[in-house]
């Protein structure tokens, strides 16, 4: 198939790239580099000998997709493109609903025109706002996610029901991410965060690495075991994987699926620390800081609908996230630049 990868210079992208070279697909990566570096391409090509044809542009623009579709006989699209910390949608809401909402109905409409019906789209647990049960499987209602960053992913799964119910040609994948860490093993591709890193493993890692003093812990009266706020971190790779199979999933398959992914694994905060100084041998010095606003005290996925539909369960754990995670953190110690 010919793949199209928006975003796909970016962490989870990149990753999902090389998982689709390898499976033997064309991919066109489509991203503007607003959160990324073009160096994570040649570490591709590094790795497999193969590199996706990179097209430097943004979602927004319709002409330019036009020109990328009819060039290219895009076949499916992945979705990743998008704006994703979540204090700065709050501090700019217009600039996210703008690239992540108006974008990803640009990119539809182009995919429409183009008669692109395949769409597999990165969307996050971050819809279920303060979840009414625990694990969270896909029949649990989505709530109210608590900032611009979660809705503008709620609107474009909205979005995306409505454009399945009006043409039965569509066929969408809207897979909802738990916490994605970890990096490919050989250390070459990973998360490289702008600036002071606002998610939990990113921030650990560059502690471990004497770049950052010490982590802030958001909390530790949370009605959770060791009262720090417990997750469900997924491997990076397994979380590429699972993308081939929501696309080969589609196959028998029309209109818009969801499909949690996850472990059904929660760790906390604390767990996380003591296993990331375990794998990297190095200390994580950490304070008790307040609440984050926001934050809730555990999220963590039923995943049985992706077992059972896609044929796909998260393979690697968390010595494995943390191994990775810190082989890529210790070899290159500020990312790809
Ligand atoms: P990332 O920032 O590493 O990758 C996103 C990529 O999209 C970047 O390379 C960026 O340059 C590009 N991009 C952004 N806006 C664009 C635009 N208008 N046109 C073209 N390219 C654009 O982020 P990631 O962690 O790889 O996340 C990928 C997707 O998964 C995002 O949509 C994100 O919201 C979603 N997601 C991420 C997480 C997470 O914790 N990482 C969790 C749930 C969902
Ligand atoms: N967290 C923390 N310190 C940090 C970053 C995160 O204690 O510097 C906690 C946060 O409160 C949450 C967990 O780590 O309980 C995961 O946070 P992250 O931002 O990585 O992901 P989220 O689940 O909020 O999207």
Redesign the pocket.
């Known amino acids: 198939m010919n793949i199209l990868v ?2 796909g ?5 990149s990753h999902t790239a090389l998982i689709l070279l390898q499976a033997g697909h064309n991919v066109v990566v ?7 570096s073009v160096e994570t391409l040649n570490r591709v090509s590094q790795l497999i000998g193969r590199k996706p044809v990179f097209v430097q ?4 623009d319709c002409e330019m997709l036009d020109r990328l579709f009819l060039k290219h006989s895009v076949d499916a699209v992945l979705h ?5 910390a979540v204090a700065e949608s709050v501090a700019q809401p217009l600039r996210y609903y703008d ?2 909402v108006h ?1 990803s109905q640009v990119l539809l409409q182009a995919c429409a025109d183009a008669g692109v019906f395949n769409f597999v789209f ?5 819809v279920y706002g303060e979840p009414a049960q625990m694990p969270i499987s896909e029949a649990c209602p989505v709530g109210q996610p608590t900032n611009p ?1 979660g809705r503008s ?1 709620l609107m474009v799964e909205e979005m995306l029901r409505d454009v399945a119910a009006s043409d039965p040609r569509w066929r969408i994948a809207i897979l909802r ?1 738990f ?2 860490v970890g990096a490919h093993k050989s250390g070459l591709m990973g ?1 490289d965060p702008n600036g002071i890193p606002n ?1 939990l493993l990113p921030y650990i890692a560059q502690v471990a690495v004497g770049k950052l003093q010490q982590l802030a812990v958001f909390g530790d009266d949370y009605p959770t075991a060791d009262g720090t706020g417990v997750r469900d971190y997924i491997h990076v790779m397994d979380l590429a994987e699972a993308h081939l199979r929501a696309l080969e999933a589609l196959y028998t398959r029309t209109g818009a699926h969801v499909w949690n992914l996850g472990t059904g694994r929660g760790y906390s905060v604390l767990e996380m620390v003591r296993s990331f100084e375990a794998a990297s041998g190095k200390p994580v010095p950490y304070r008790i800081a307040p609440r984050r606003p926001g934050d809730i005290a555990a999220c963590y996925a039923d995943p049985a609908k992706a077992e059972r539909e896609l044929g796909w369960k998260a393979q690697r754990g968390l010595d494995e996230m943390m191994r990775d995670a810190w082989l890529w953190q210790s070899m290159n110690p500020d990312g790809f630049r």
């Open positions: 928006t975003g210079v970016g962490f989870i992208g489509l991203d503007n580099l607003c959160n990324s542009g943004d979602i927004r990743f493109a998008g704006l994703k690239n992540n974008g990165s969307s996050s647990a971050t960053y992913k991410y916490n994605p998360e998610n």
